[in-house]
């Protein structure tokens, strides 16, 4: 079996694990060259209200044949359509807690006014099988935790009831 069948097999065993535990998922095949096929699964009950948000699980596109580490991604949007004139408070904010994170990060996508949270991971070419499998676990589970532990405080700043002194606080600091 080949790397990219190998990636297919794992990704819809992702796929029919959350469709097991009645988790909303589907497959996003590639459209173009070199775009990776995508598991879409959304998330529930996040933070503290209960929110929404969308997991996108894929492996990067390999750069060459002889490539010794493949990336895993997980990615989550949390909150579209964020308030233009919040902007600089959740750079200010996102600054300091992604300096608090031991993984991964939150960025907003300045086009699309988007928040959304990337956890990439270099995994060894050589892992295969349940190894990976369970890597995909540990990525997803991580980046879950990690949207859920913050997802309070980012719906606070956009709702305009928190500031850049209540994060600092939120964080210890």
Do not use: W
């Given at each position: ?6 990636r297919?097999?794992l ?6 694990e959350?469709?097991?535990n ?7 095949e590639?459209t173009e060259?070199?775009?990776p096929e995508?598991?879409?699964?959304v ?14 699980l ?5 750069h ?13 949007t949390?909150q ?9 408070l ?8 992604n300096?608090?994170?031991p993984y991964?990060?939150?960025s907003?996508?300045?086009k699309?006014r ?6 990439c ?5 050589e892992m295969?099988?349940?190894?990976l499998?369970?890597?995909i ?11 859920d ?13 928190m500031?850049?002194e ?6 210890g600091?």
């Amino acid at each position: 079996m080949n790397i990219n069948e190998m990636r297919h097999d794992l990704l819809e065993r992702f796929l029919e694990e959350c469709n097991d535990n009645l988790i909303p998922a589907g497959m996003v095949e590639a459209t173009e060259e070199g775009e990776p096929e995508t598991v879409e699964f959304v998330l529930m009950d996040v933070g503290d209200a209960g929110d929404e948000a969308r997991g996108f699980l894929y492996f990067d596109p390999m750069h060459t044949p002889e490539d010794e580490v493949q990336h895993l991604t997980c990615l989550i949007t949390l909150q579209e359509d964020l308030p233009e004139g919040r902007l600089p408070l959740f750079y200010q904010a996102l600054a300091h807690i992604n300096f608090t994170l031991p993984y991964g990060c939150f960025s907003i996508d300045t086009k699309n006014r988007f928040l959304a949270y990337k956890l990439c991971v270099p995994i060894a070419i050589e892992m295969t099988g349940e190894e990976l499998y369970d890597e995909i676990n540990i990525v997803t589970g991580n980046a879950a935790e990690a949207v859920d532990t913050y997802m309070g405080v980012l719906s606070d700043i956009r709702d305009g009831s928190m500031d850049l002194e209540n994060v600092l606080e939120f964080l210890g600091g």
